[in-house]
């Protein structure tokens, strides 16, 4: 099977750095994304691993290690509209057509 | 705003009712999904399509249908709504050109009593 796992929440301070981890178990796929959802918003995409090592977007950088089956999502100068839910998500090998989802990491921000 | 919306919004209706929801895009994307968002479980793909009148199942397709039958339009059939299907149900696009880019829909709240 295909499973992503992901901590169900997380909480930090302003101006702090959070990591989210996302590993997973499965045989194959082409490379790891993240999401992020904003209560009662959809799902919006945040950045894409195609290779190993560490992309960086402004104040979000992802990381993916094939060898390790785990990467990360590492937000940066933390701010209250990073409140949200964050999802990794892979495309199997087996079937290229779909994204496989984790369960998601709410990350809570206080002042 | 890769130019998707549902319709309806939010709906509610009674157990054993049929129910349909719709998608709409306006960039001629060829694939197109449908999702359903319950708290625990994160996204589940229900059915998506590849092109017109080309669908296959998600994992969660049980007691649902879909058809796709103009490049633009996908839309999630309910045969008979339960209140299991109560959920909140969001419409992806996938821009290949983005590999595995996925730009989502404002989402349909269903509540079925």
């Known amino acids: 099977g295909q499973s992503l796992e992901q901590p169900s929440e997380v909480t930090a301070v302003e101006g702090a750095i959070v990591q989210i981890n996302c590993t997973y178990q499965?045989?194959?796929?082409?490379?790891l994304s993240w999401y992020q959802q904003h209560d009662g918003g959809a799902p919006t995409f945040l950045s894409y691993?195609?290779?190993?090592g560490l992309e960086e977007t402004g104040r979000f950088s992802s990381f993916l290690s094939r060898s390790d089956s785990y990467g990360y999502l590492l937000l940066q100068e933390l701010q209250m509209k990073d409140s949200a839910s964050y999802f990794c998500?892979?495309?199997?090998?087996?079937?290229?057509?779909?994204?496989?989802f984790g369960t998601g990491t709410r990350l809570q921000v206080f002042p | 705003d890769a130019g998707i919306t549902q319709s309806p919004r939010h709906k509610v209706t009674e157990t054993g009712t049929p129910v349909t929801l719709r998608c709409h895009q306006t960039?001629?994307?060829?694939?197109m999904y449908w999702y359903r968002q319950d708290p625990g479980h994160g996204l589940r793909l229900i059915h998506y399509?590849?092109?017109?009148?080309?669908?296959d199942k998600g994992e969660v397709s049980d007691g649902y249908s879909v058809s796709r039958s103009k490049t633009e339009d996908f839309l999630l059939t309910l045969e008979s709504a339960t209140s299991s299907q109560t959920s909140v149900y969001f419409c992806?696009?996938?821009?290949?050109?983005?590999?595995?880019?996925?730009?989502f829909g404002p989402g349909t709240r269903l509540l079925v009593l």
């Open positions: 399509s590849y092109g017109v009148k080309d669908t």
């Open positions: 691993n195609a290779l190993d």
């Open positions: 992806a696009i996938r821009r290949t050109s983005q590999g595995e880019t996925q730009y």
């Open positions: 998500a892979v495309r199997s090998l087996n079937n290229t057509d779909k994204l496989i």
């Open positions: 499965t045989s194959g796929f082409y490379g």
């Open positions: 960039e001629n994307h060829r694939y």
